[in-house]
């Protein structure tokens, strides 16, 4: 049972990655990061589950809550930043903020 | 008697800060600078310092008289006496020596009659094994009659220099030059560094004082330094000073090389008492080195062939720093050293020709080139270097006595002419051309008055100071070798006539004045006047502490009789005298060059006296004349000889360095640089391309992982 909790996981981290890489838009990037996020949760509450020793635990569960919370309070951050950045450029589109950018 | 003499007027501690008095004073203008004094009263700590050194010289001339007859005599007479009372200066073991033998006294070649003060320790040699903690170079004044006369007119024109520049270093309305408290403070610097290389003691002390001299010129020469060719008569100076410093340098190194090994514990090699003293047992062919090593330097400190070239040139200065220049501080300093060293020259007769071959080609040609110049300062230049040639023959002919008296009697009157043609130029707008001027003698009566004097004197003229000294070098140079003595006479009758020549374009002839002069010039002030009256004074008679009165047949006048006071007073300092070069009687000799004198100011009246505007004598002497006119091209030959050469060199390592080492490193510099440029395409600030490669960067992360725990099982 584990393997396919695993490729679950692996499968949604992956199309957050996916997403996050090649769309476009500041917000549906946002929603990527929540999808890998997910994909990791459900990692941890599947190996807590069904542990490599045999005995399952409430352990990854509890990691699960912590994280879903910890998610919770950074998507408050990140939206009102998306906000911001609208705000100062009037679009979604993250290729307008390349600060970094070695001149 | 002799033990009761040798207690002095001051003590010699006292003596030792006269240098330094100078020192004091500029140290105190710059501080008036930094304080941003008032530039008028930037003179008196000046004037008082020089004069407070000037008065110390005075007491310390009758002083290192009595210091030297006691310990010259006392060295053969009263051993046990002379040890008692010297014990408090006397740090060198050397006469330690003598007396300890208890009168079994022979007679040392190399004298060594002064007395030393170390003021205190200065220089480790590093050689602590040797005695008492190491071995010290220190800083020690030595003191005996040569000092003695030295400083005197040294501090004394100094001195006069100073009250005349303060009147002099003013425009017309008596306000100060822009610099004038740059200047007075330079101005005792300069009397500083010159007293303190007379006074030296050993030769890194004298070399100490021969580069703060250096130095001091070559502020003062470059003291108009906007002007580029004040600038260039600086650098020039002081590289040309430079060569000769070489050789300067590489001669004390030889003596401490020579030397040292001869020395005992205790001894320092670079004492003039212990170079002195060892002299002798050096090879023939060491004592030769060190002499001409040393010869190069005083050739280049006191202007002589071949290194005189920048000394026309060092007029740009202010006239008052010429007359500091080639009456006190600076040219004499080669004379001084040679005598002082006149052991270690009278060693080697082959030097000693040496000095007396390049002597006499500097005196007859800078005495031609004299004589086809139009300016007033350069002529006066090409004197200097002509007289400094023949105190050089008579250093080179054995008689440095000779050298040294007309050292001094040259040095009131050429500092009277400097000043003199400094006060001309300064009533006349800073134009010192003689073809622009001429019948100044009713507008200038004191300055022609004395420069009359000075003119007299340096001219050779019967009774006045030049006639003495100079007689006796051309006296000394016949017993040397006839072809030399008439070279001699021939300069002499050349100085008489290029000397009256400027004196009578200057201010014989018609009133004429350059625009710059202004409406109405006159005489200078009496600060400048003054100092001109108490020069000639000293230029008429200073000649007389070198001549007896005496009558006889051998007698000048039947009432004068060369060597005199000045000659008793330096006998028994270092100063080695050949007695062949003051041997015979040279009355006819004396005759011939009074009636030369007065024949070479005859012609120049004759030719000059009503100031002509076209030079006669470029058109009797023609190509020749232009020669000298064009100082025999010896410049444009160093021109092409060194000083282009040098500048292709510089191109050529310029070129090497900005092509060769710098091409070097930018290959070397080259690998990061297009490393770097080939990342900074991957920063290009998109957050998703960060994003991708850090995904991109853990799976690798986790493949290698999962392949080396595969690998290695």
Redesign the interface.
């Known amino acids: 049972m584990l393997a396919a909790y695993l490729l679950i996981g692996a499968g949604l981290f992956v199309l957050g990655l996916i997403g996050f890489v090649t769309r476009r838009n500041l917000i549906i990037m946002f929603l990527c990061t929540e999808l890998m996020f997910q994909g990791i949760v459900l990692n941890l509450v599947a190996f807590g589950r069904y542990p490599l020793d045999g005995h399952p635990t409430l352990d990854g569960q509890a990691f699960g809550l912590f994280l879903l919370a910890v998610a919770a309070a950074e998507a408050a951050l990140a939206l009102a930043l998306i906000v911001l950045l609208y705000r100062y450029r009037d679009t979604l589109d993250p290729n307008v903020w390349k600060l970094l950018k070695d001149e | 008697m002799l033990a009761q003499a040798s207690t002095t007027l001051l003590p010699l501690k006292l003596y030792a800060t006269l240098p330094f008095w100078p020192l004091l004073g500029a140290i105190v203008v710059g501080l008036m600078i930094a304080l941003r004094a008032r530039a008028e009263r930037a003179w008196w700590p000046i004037v008082a310092t020089v004069a407070v050194s000037a008065l110390l010289a005075m007491v310390f001339v009758f002083d290192a008289g009595r210091i030297t007859a006691h310990e010259s005599g006392g060295e053969a007479h009263a051993t046990a006496a002379q040890h008692a009372v010297g014990e408090t200066s006397r740090e060198v073991a050397h006469a330690g020596e003598g007396s300890a033998t208890g009168g079994e006294w022979t007679p040392e070649p190399a004298r060594v009659p002064g007395k030393t003060i170390t003021l205190f320790r200065w220089i480790s040699l590093g050689e602590r094994t040797s005695l008492q903690g190491g071995q010290w170079i220190a800083a020690t004044f030595y003191f005996d009659s040569l000092t003695g006369v030295m400083i005197g007119f040294v501090t004394f024109v100094s001195l006069m220099v100073v009250i005349y520049s303060i009147g002099y270093m003013r425009d017309h309305h008596g306000h100060p030059e822009r610099g004038y408290e740059r200047f007075f403070a330079f101005l005792g610097l300069f009397v500083f560094s010159m007293a303190t290389l007379v006074f030296a003691g050993n030769f890194v002390l004298l070399y100490l004082g021969w580069e703060l001299v250096g130095l001091c010129s070559y502020l003062l020469i470059g003291f108009y330094y906007p002007k580029p060719s004040a600038a260039a008569a600086a650098k020039k100076a002081f590289i040309v000073n430079r060569i000769g410093d070489f050789g300067f340098a590489l001669g004390i190194f030889s003596i401490y090389l020579f030397v040292k090994p001869l020395t005992h514990a205790g001894e320092n090699p670079l004492d003039y008492a212990v170079v002195f003293h060892y002299i002798h047992q050096l090879a023939p062919g060491q004592i030769t080195t060190i002499g001409l090593l040393l010869l190069c330097g005083a050739l280049g400190k006191s202007a002589q062939f071949p290194l005189y070239v920048w000394l026309p040139d060092a007029m740009e200065g202010p006239s008052p720093v010429s007359a500091l220049i080639h009456a006190a501080t600076m040219v004499t300093a080669g004379v001084y050293m040679i005598a002082r060293c006149s052991p270690i020259f009278a060693a080697s007769q082959a030097v000693l020709n040496v000095i007396v071959v390049l002597g006499v080609i500097g005196a007859v040609m800078a005495a031609t080139m004299a004589m086809a110049q139009f300016d007033m300062k350069r002529i006066l230049a090409y004197s200097t270097i002509s007289q400094l040639a023949y105190m050089f023959v008579a250093l080179g002919c054995g008689a440095p006595d000779s050298g040294i008296f007309h050292v001094y009697t040259h040095a009131f009157f050429k500092a009277l002419l400097f000043l003199g043609a400094g006060s001309v130029m300064h009533q006349m707008g800073h134009v010192i051309d003689l073809r622009k001027f001429s019948g100044l003698g009713r507008i200038l009566p004191h300055t022609r008055n004395t420069m009359l004097v000075g003119c007299l004197a340096l001219a050779g003229f019967p009774l006045l100071a030049g006639f003495w000294s100079k007689d006796e070098i051309v006296h000394a140079s016949f017993q040397y070798h006839p072809a030399v003595g008439v070279l001699m006479l021939a300069t002499a009758a050349m100085t008489a006539y290029y000397t009256f020549r400027m004196y009578f374009l200057c201010f014989h002839g018609p009133t004429r004045l350059p625009d710059e002069a202004g409406e109405h010039p006159h005489e200078s002030p009496r600060v400048m006047t003054i100092p001109l009256y108490v020069l000639a004074v000293g230029a008429a008679l200073a000649g007389y502490l070198g001549v007896t009165v005496a009558g006889g047949a051998h007698s000048f006048l039947g009432f004068l009789r060369p060597h005199g006071l000045l000659h008793h007073y330096l006998h028994g300092s270092t100063i080695i005298v050949d007695e062949n070069a003051h041997a015979g009687g040279g009355l006819w000799l004396m005759y011939l060059s009074a009636l030369l004198a007065i024949g070479g100011i005859a012609a120049a009246w004759l030719r000059y006296g009503t100031a002509p505007r076209v030079d006669p004598d470029s058109i009797t002497l023609g190509r020749l004349w232009s020669i000298w006119n064009a100082k025999y091209y010896v410049d444009e030959f160093y021109d092409r000889a060194f000083v282009r050469p040098l500048r292709g060199l510089g191109r050529l390592c310029f070129a090497i360095d900005r092509n060769g080492i710098d091409g070097l490193i930018w290959v070397v510099t080259a690998v990061p640089r297009g490393l770097g440029a080939g990342l ?1 395409l991957i ?6 391309t960060y ?2 490669g850090m ?1 991109i960067g853990v799976t690798a992360l986790v493949l290698i992982w999962r392949w080396m725990e595969a690998a290695g099982g």
């Open positions: 900074r920063q290009n600030g998109a957050m998703q994003a991708l995904a």
